[in-house]
């Protein structure tokens, strides 16, 4: 599991980062044209709000009632609502049954969800922020406030709270987004760019990969309640999702990547065959890929991972003992390659592994 972390949604302070989110975006001209155009109704605060943190919460001045609930699906929610907010608005029954409808896994009965008015909320997150969510504890206001309702506040923070639950090595996936959404996105690339800055909740924010994610679980979330008319205003647009990083947002939260696929061939080398042995690989997903090989003893064979256009070498496999070899690399956006091995000295079996994302 992702270590413990914090994010906070921003109130509208600073209209000035949008023409930097904006230019930000214009790298990506075919994706632009994809994304609703960004409006003053809410911009981003340089200085966002105070994380959540353990003792900020227990410290708050605020009686809570509520507690473990179960809703109509048969799941219990730990919902806490404050008691300054009237009983007939905000039911922590009512919080409950909102909450399992959201798109969600098993992740839910991990939760805490808090919801207080908005000076309750801004005295736990900082007072810019309009909800935040930390190591399985949510914070959002039951009221609207800037223009932002409470449903939208809690789809966004819970996007964190599915992204703390899932996985996305050698990443985060609470501030690089899961695993396939992360690479439909081209989360990687973009980092290697310095197009989107993972972690980033300062002047980056726009452009925070963990954010986006959390924006784009909130737009699907809302249009599987039929929600059509949906704002997209806290990150660039340059995120704004596809259809095919929705669906890969949707698997992401229904079908959660849990863990690398290795495949297994082998070859003969004999007299009369060709020295070299090409095996494509497909990669769909971005990660770390490893190859080992095993290979005919006293042979000096080379193996290489070479690029989709079969010329480029990304990398050779090195000695790691008396018939192995092996090679890790990384996949940033490629979405295939091929193990070139070349036969060198000693006829024989050889094996390759691959284990990809």
Same mark, same amino acid.
């Given at each position: 599991?992702?270590?413990?972390?914090s994010?906070?949604?921003a109130?509208?302070?600073?209209c000035a980062l949008?023409?930097?989110a904006?230019?930000?975006?214009a790298a990506?001209?075919?994706?632009q044209s994809?994304s609703?155009?960004l409006?003053?109704?809410?911009?981003?605060d340089?200085e966002?709000?105070?994380?959540?943190?353990?003792?900020?919460l227990?410290?708050?001045?605020v009686?809570?009632?509520?507690g473990?609930?179960?809703?109509?699906?048969?799941e219990?929610?730990?919902?806490?609502?404050?008691? /300054? $907010?009237p &009983?007939?608005? =905000?039911s922590?029954?009512r919080?409950?049954?909102?909450?399992?409808?959201? +798109?969600?896994g098993?992740?839910?009965?991990?939760?805490?969800?808090?919801?207080?008015?908005?000076?309750?909320m801004?005295?736990?997150?900082?007072?810019?922020a309009?909800g935040?969510y930390?190591?399985?504890q949510?914070v959002?206001?039951?009221?609207?406030?800037?223009?932002v309702s409470p449903?939208?506040?809690?789809?966004h923070e819970?996007?964190?709270?599915?992204?703390y639950?899932?996985s996305?090595?050698?990443?985060?996936?609470?501030e690089?987004?899961?695993k396939r959404?992360?690479?439909a996105?081209?989360?990687c690339?973009r980092?290697?760019?310095?197009?989107a800055y993972?972690?980033?909740?300062?002047s980056?924010? /726009? $452009?925070n &990969?963990?954010e =986006?994610w959390?924006e784009?679980?909130?737009l699907?979330?809302?249009?599987? +309640?039929?929600?059509?008319?949906a704002?997209?205003?806290i990150?660039?647009?340059?995120?704004?999702?596809a259809?095919?990083?929705?669906?890969?947002a949707?698997?992401?939260?229904?079908?959660?990547w849990?863990?690398?696929?290795t495949?297994s061939?082998s070859h003969?080398?004999?007299?009369r065959?060709a020295k070299?042995w090409?095996?494509?690989?497909?990669?769909?997903?971005?990660?770390?890929?490893?190859?080992?090989?095993?290979?005919?003893?006293?042979?000096t064979?080379?193996?290489?991972?070479?690029?989709?256009?079969h010329?480029?070498?990304?990398?050779?496999?090195?000695?790691?003992?008396?018939r192995?070899?092996?090679?890790?690399?990384?996949?940033?956006?490629?979405?295939?390659?091929?193990?070139?091995?070349?036969?060198?000295g000693?006829?024989?079996r050889?094996r390759v592994s691959a284990?990809t994302?």
């Amino acid at each position: 599991m992702p270590h413990p972390t914090s994010r906070a949604l921003a109130v509208l302070l600073a209209c000035a980062l949008l023409a930097g989110a904006l230019a930000a975006s214009a790298a990506h001209g075919a994706r632009q044209s994809l994304s609703p155009p960004l409006t003053s109704a809410r911009a981003l605060d340089v200085e966002l709000g105070t994380p959540l943190r353990a003792a900020r919460l227990a410290a708050a001045d605020v009686t809570w009632r509520g507690g473990p609930t179960t809703t109509s699906t048969g799941e219990t929610v730990n919902v806490l609502v404050s008691d /300054a $907010l009237p &009983p007939e608005a =905000a039911s922590p029954s009512r919080w409950a049954e909102f909450l399992t409808g959201l +798109a969600h896994g098993s992740e839910i009965s991990a939760l805490t969800v808090y919801v207080g008015t908005l000076d309750d909320m801004q005295s736990i997150c900082g007072q810019n922020a309009l909800g935040c969510y930390a190591s399985d504890q949510l914070v959002a206001p039951g009221e609207t406030a800037v223009d932002v309702s409470p449903e939208e506040v809690i789809r966004h923070e819970y996007g964190h709270h599915i992204a703390y639950h899932r996985s996305n090595p050698p990443w985060n996936a609470i501030e690089w987004g899961p695993k396939r959404w992360a690479s439909a996105e081209n989360v990687c690339a973009r980092v290697g760019g310095r197009e989107a800055y993972p972690g980033d909740e300062g002047s980056n924010y /726009a $452009l925070n &990969p963990g954010e =986006a994610w959390a924006e784009t679980y909130r737009l699907m979330d809302e249009r599987k +309640a039929g929600i059509t008319t949906a704002s997209w205003r806290i990150v660039s647009p340059s995120f704004f999702p596809a259809e095919q990083a929705l669906a890969a947002a949707q698997q992401d939260v229904l079908q959660p990547w849990t863990a690398p696929r290795t495949t297994s061939t082998s070859h003969v080398f004999g007299k009369r065959g060709a020295k070299v042995w090409w095996i494509r690989l497909s990669t769909p997903l971005d990660g770390s890929l490893r190859i080992n090989a095993t290979l005919p003893g006293g042979g000096t064979y080379d193996v290489a991972l070479v690029g989709a256009n079969h010329r480029t070498i990304v990398g050779r496999a090195q000695w790691v003992g008396q018939r192995a070899k092996s090679l890790d690399a990384s996949v940033c956006g490629q979405r295939s390659f091929f193990v070139r091995v070349t036969q060198k000295g000693t006829l024989g079996r050889v094996r390759v592994s691959a284990t990809t994302p």
